[in-house]
């Protein structure tokens, strides 16, 4: 079946400091990719995806570029804020109106 | 753009009353939508699909007697904990695709509702 792993937490981090949250998949056919973002007290938010291989997703200073050939989907931003701290989340859908596969999340935060 | 609003955001209840929980889609329509569960610290596990005008379809392990979904209408499924107990406090997150394909997503997008955080005494 179609799983999501992503690294363990929790990161801390410097501001500015360079982020990268790793994150591998297990899917059959050629999934969707995804990262949602989970502020204090807040719902989820799509921060980005990419639906193809060799696509790059990127939002808000964050990227990720889909490898079909090492399954993965590495987040990353080259100099993180105190805002940034939140828990992120890999996942991947099948198709259409599949529900979301969750990796574990990742809680990151960053410190002044 | 597609939001999906959730009601309520936090209730607190006796062990043994049922709770409704209400997921709601404000500006498309949802013949699909589902309903996750997340404990503290750990990951969103899919819980049902519910289905407007039909059963809703279970995960593995999940009790349909204890979690009844009802997917009344395209813009509403409610989430029912009946006879509730301790260990079913949790947040529970609803979400539904879109078809909205403007910027803020594509055809089959998932928007999240901002969740529910239930405590059973």
């Known amino acids: 079946g179609n799983s999501v792993t992503q690294m363990e937490g929790p990161v801390t981090l410097s501001e500015e400091a360079f982020l990268t949250i790793n994150c591998t998949y297990t899917?059959?056919?050629?999934?969707?990719l995804f990262w949602y973002v989970q502020y204090p007290g807040e719902g989820l938010q799509l921060l980005l995806k990419a639906t193809k291989a060799d696509d790059k997703g990127s939002n808000k200073g964050f990227e990720a570029t889909y490898r079909k050939e090492t399954t993965s989907f590495h987040l990353e931003k080259g100099s993180v804020q105190v805002s940034d701290s939140a828990v992120y989340f890999c996942a991947l859908r099948n198709s259409g109106n599949t529900p979301l596969v969750f990796g574990k999340g990742t809680r990151l935060s960053v410190i002044a | 753009g597609a939001v999906v609003s959730q009601h309520p955001s936090w209730v607190i209840c006796k062990s043994g009353t049922s709770v409704k929980i209400e997921c709601r889609s404000l500006d498309f329509q949802a013949t699909t939508m589902f309903w996750y569960r997340q404990f503290p610290k750990q990951s969103l596990m899919l819980m049902a699909t519910?289905?407007?005008?039909?059963?809703?379809?279970?995960e593995q392990g999940v009790e349909k007697d204890k979690f009844l979904i009802n997917h009344a209408s395209l813009t509403l499924s409610t989430l029912t904990v009946t006879s509730a107990h301790p260990e079913d406090s949790s947040f529970y997150i609803c979400?539904?695709?879109?078809?909205?394909?403007?910027?803020?997503?594509?055809?089959?997008?998932?928007?999240f509702g901002p969740g529910t955080r239930l405590t059973v005494l």
């Open positions: 899917a059959t056919g050629y999934p969707s």
């Open positions: 979400s539904a695709p879109s078809r909205d394909s403007g910027e803020r997503g594509s055809y089959n997008e998932q928007f």
């Open positions: 519910s289905n407007e005008g039909s059963k809703a379809t279970y």
